[in-house]
């Protein structure tokens, strides 16, 4: 044998592993140097702070403190306003927690996370002196100390176990970035083949690029003196947006031509091999991509050459090709623009300007889920005031952090079971240290060796996606179950009533939030279905009153992309591909009617243009609405304003005249071949709509 070689990516877990259980001994020892009371704190807030890099544990670090800050004045307010008042402190806490969750669910990245902290935080402080009200200050200063010195500890160990992260941090970047343009090339090649494999990965690429918006804040933090890089990458990331819903065009382009001249088949073919190529160089380094720049001009100049032989002739073929080669040549010039992009923040070159691809938040998912919070609260403060329980603080507390973190995740019954899980694991764990380590010796060294044991195994689990929930439950409970406290160890009673506290929190968290406006993937699907509906209701009167620009309806339908790839494997498939061929129909038809209303608004394309593609606009909202359409605009009409539109562009002579009518005459064939094939799609919104209305009146 050579020797083991570990894999990189079980060498990150390892390290990760390894760093983050030296950083929490450290906190540990610096929390029981300093005798602070429940040093477990210190160890287990480096472990809700540590991810997988450092841009990101930075990041959860400083808004940890965020709301750690904001929970001790909303706990030291609620003893405030309520010291002798039980019920009313109990309502004013379930407030304070609603409150935050719902809060959280708004906000992005770790900014949710640090209302998340802010709610339990505020409820720890406030429930632990309500027995003692005039040392609610002295508790809510000792919670923000040994939670500062647990991020402390895991920056330091960040900052000192992960040199070079910075350039790190940019190189990752820049090969994340020439991969999804690689990619990019490559589906678009494929759109232009007709294969329908094109418009699955172009989905996929749609729906990842949320996520890869979301990372980059980590990286701008990560690189530290790198954020024109994060910058450029939001315009980049935008422009891709953009070539994926052109290649969504020319697909229903392609499919909506009535015959493909060979001429026209010759030059798709060679602009998806180029393309291959392209995608070919675009994976590999600087000089490599700007060869692939090159080689673009060259074909967007070939495209063009080829679009300025068709325009001038009059047959039907030269009509077809210029139709096809119109969308070709817009969709090539936005993707040089993404690649030109990409090539300027390897140049460093600043961006001019930056967009992101927003998040919207669902307001409604907020209040249910604050509800949910506060509904718990009051169940658990009912459970202590009856059976006056010694540990009923304790249990409330736990029960405020369980439901506060519940409500940020994506399907909170199936994560928190897998919590419950990890509880249980660290309850059976914690039976070592509590049982056959700790009442040998009280030394730290002795304690330390086991407990980091037990800790390392758990950041292994936690860099393993199948096990990844249950050993986040697992490090954050495990040092609360063993009742650090430097005055003495936790006997057996002691640690059978924190087991039970623990157990019961999750379970009762669990309980409320399965049975308390429960939520299910079938009602999540149904949300999403609306809110699709709703666009597509937005198109109703696109043009009046409404500044409205297709960048923002490209990004908004990439959001919805988003959600529906993330439901993917826990609904029927055949769900799943009906959710993306609206959603992807839904994008296409907007984009394509914002398309003709500028051209009509620049005289460049008859009114009577716009008027059809809005009457068809208005056909697929009555199907949405009513299941039916309200004089639809037929077959023979849509033929007639082609033959119609098709006749302007034979008598004119003007080159960059017959170019506009091209444009129009592609966009209105598009919004017509989404409406008839979609049309299935949009009466099941219709049907779905009318089920919720009779469940809701029922």
């Given at each position: 044998m050579s020797g083991l070689k570990l894999q990189p990516n079980t060498l990150s877990a390892v390290l990760f592993s390894l760093r983050t259980t030296i950083a929490s001994l450290v906190a540990l020892a610096i929390a029981f140097w300093m005798e602070m009371g429940s040093p477990q704190w210190a160890a287990m807030t480096v472990w809700i702070v540590a991810q997988n890099s450092r841009g990101m544990s930075l990041s959860k670090g400083r808004w940890r403190i965020a709301g750690t800050l904001l929970g001790m004045v909303g706990g030291v307010s609620l003893i405030a306003v309520a010291p002798q008042y039980p019920w009313i402190f109990f309502v004013l806490l379930a407030g304070w927690v609603g409150w935050c969750t719902g809060m959280a669910c708004l906000l992005e990245n770790f900014r949710g996370y640090a209302m998340v902290l802010a709610g339990y935080t505020g409820a720890i402080i406030a429930v632990g002196a309500a027995e003692q009200p005039d040392q609610v200050f002295y508790i809510a200063m000792s919670r923000g100390s040994y939670i500062l010195l647990g991020v402390v500890c895991e920056m330091v160990a960040g900052m000192v176990a992960v040199p070079g992260a910075d350039r790190a941090a940019r190189a990752d970047l820049q090969k994340r970035m020439a991969a999804l343009l690689s990619q990019t090339a490559s589906a678009l090649a494929l759109v232009l083949r007709r294969d329908e494999q094109g418009v699955a990965d172009m989905t996929r690429i749609l729906g990842s690029l949320q996520g890869f918006n979301d990372q980059l804040e980590f990286v701008r933090i990560d690189s530290r003196h790198a954020g024109e890089d994060a910058d450029r990458a939001y315009v980049t990331l935008e422009r891709v947006s953009f070539v994926l819903a052109r290649g969504v065009g020319v697909r229903s382009r392609l499919a909506s031509a009535p015959h493909i001249p060979e001429r026209l088949a010759v030059g798709l073919e060679r602009v998806a091999g180029e393309l291959d190529d392209i995608a070919a160089l675009l994976r590999q380094d600087m000089a490599q991509v700007v060869a692939g720049l090159g080689q673009l001009e060259a074909m967007l100049q070939k495209n063009h050459d080829e679009l300025e032989r068709c325009?001038?002739?009059?047959?039907?073929?030269?009509?077809?090709?210029?139709?096809?080669?119109?969308?070709?040549?817009?969709?090539?010039?936005?993707?040089?623009?993404?690649?030109?992009?990409?090539?300027?923040?390897?140049?460093?070159?600043?961006?001019?300007?930056?967009?992101?691809?927003?998040?919207?938040?669902?307001?409604?998912?907020?209040?249910?889920?604050?509800?949910?919070?506060?509904?718990?609260?009051?169940?658990?403060?009912?459970?202590?005031?009856?059976?006056?329980?010694?540990?009923?603080?304790?249990?409330?507390?736990?029960?405020?952090?369980?439901?506060?973190?519940?409500?940020?995740?994506?399907?909170?019954?199936?994560?928190?079971?897998?919590?419950?899980?990890?509880?249980?694991?660290?309850?059976?764990?914690?039976?070592?240290?509590?049982?056959?380590?700790?009442?040998?010796?009280?030394?730290?060294?002795?304690?330390?060796?086991?407990?980091?044991?037990?800790?390392?195994?758990?950041?292994?689990?936690?860099?393993?996606?199948?096990?990844?929930?249950?050993?986040?439950?697992?490090?954050?409970?495990?040092?609360?179950?063993?009742g650090l406290d430097n005055q003495g160890r936790v006997d057996e009673v002691t640690w059978f009533n924190q087991s039970l506290v623990l157990l019961l929190a999750l379970w009762s968290g669990i309980q409320v939030f399965r049975t308390v406006l429960p939520f299910s993937v079938t009602q999540a699907w149904a949300q999403l279905r609306?809110?699709?509906?709703?666009?597509?209701?937005?198109?109703?009167?696109?043009?009046?009153?409404?500044?409205?620009?297709?960048?923002?309806?490209?990004?908004?339908?990439?959001?919805?992309?988003?959600?529906?790839?993330?439901?993917?494997?826990?609904?029927?498939?055949?769900?799943?591909?009906?959710?993306?061929?609206?959603?992807?129909?839904?994008?296409?038809?907007?984009?394509?009617?914002?398309?003709?209303?500028?051209?009509?608004?620049?005289?460049?394309?008859?009114?009577?243009?716009?008027?059809?593609?809005?009457?068809?606009?208005?056909?697929?909202?009555?199907?949405?609405?009513?299941?039916?359409?309200?004089?639809?605009?037929?077959?023979?009409?849509?033929?007639?304003?082609?033959?119609?539109?098709?006749?302007?562009?034979?008598?004119?002579?003007?080159?960059?005249?017959?170019?506009?009518?091209?444009?129009?005459?592609?966009?209105?064939?598009?919004?017509?071949?989404?409406?008839?094939?979609?049309?299935?799609?949009?009466?099941?919104?219709?049907?779905?709509?009318?089920?919720?209305?009779?469940?809701?009146?029922g």
């Open positions: 325009l001038p002739r009059n047959d039907d073929d030269a009509l077809q090709q210029s139709i096809v080669g119109v969308g070709v040549e817009i969709m090539l010039i936005d993707f040089r623009s993404a690649v030109e992009s990409h090539y300027a923040g390897l140049r460093k070159i600043p961006a001019p300007e930056r967009h992101r691809i927003k998040r919207r938040a669902d307001g409604r998912l907020a209040a249910i889920n604050g509800v949910r919070a506060a509904v718990a609260i009051l169940i658990g403060a009912f459970v202590w005031e009856v059976t006056a329980w010694s540990y009923g603080g304790a249990y409330m507390s736990l029960l405020s952090v369980v439901c506060a973190r519940f409500a940020i995740m994506n399907n909170m019954i199936l994560i928190s079971k897998y919590f419950f899980y990890g509880a249980v694991c660290s309850v059976l764990a914690s039976i070592i240290p509590v049982f056959l380590v700790m009442p040998m010796s009280s030394e730290y060294a002795v304690f330390a060796l086991p407990f980091s044991v037990l800790m390392f195994l758990g950041g292994l689990a936690l860099r393993m996606p199948a096990l990844s929930g249950i050993a986040a439950s697992y490090v954050n409970f495990f040092p609360w179950i063993l609306r809110q699709l509906v709703k666009e597509i209701q937005r198109l109703k009167e696109p043009l009046k009153g409404r500044a409205q620009t297709q960048r923002l309806w490209t990004n908004e339908t990439t959001l919805r992309m988003e959600q529906v790839i993330r439901f993917a494997g826990q609904i029927p498939q055949a769900e799943v591909d009906s959710m993306i061929r609206g959603t992807l129909s839904v994008m296409t038809v907007g984009r394509n009617l914002l398309t003709v209303k500028d051209l009509v608004t620049l005289r460049r394309l008859p009114a009577c243009a716009l008027a059809t593609a809005e009457h068809m606009v208005r056909d697929i909202i009555h199907l949405t609405e009513q299941g039916r359409e309200d004089d639809p605009l037929t077959h023979q009409q849509f033929m007639q304003e082609q033959s119609r539109l098709e006749d302007a562009f034979h008598a004119c002579h003007n080159l960059s005249r017959r170019r506009d009518l091209a444009a129009g005459i592609g966009s209105l064939r598009i919004i017509h071949f989404e409406y008839q094939t979609s049309r299935d799609f949009f009466l099941r919104e219709h049907r779905a709509a009318s089920l919720m209305r009779q469940l809701a009146e």
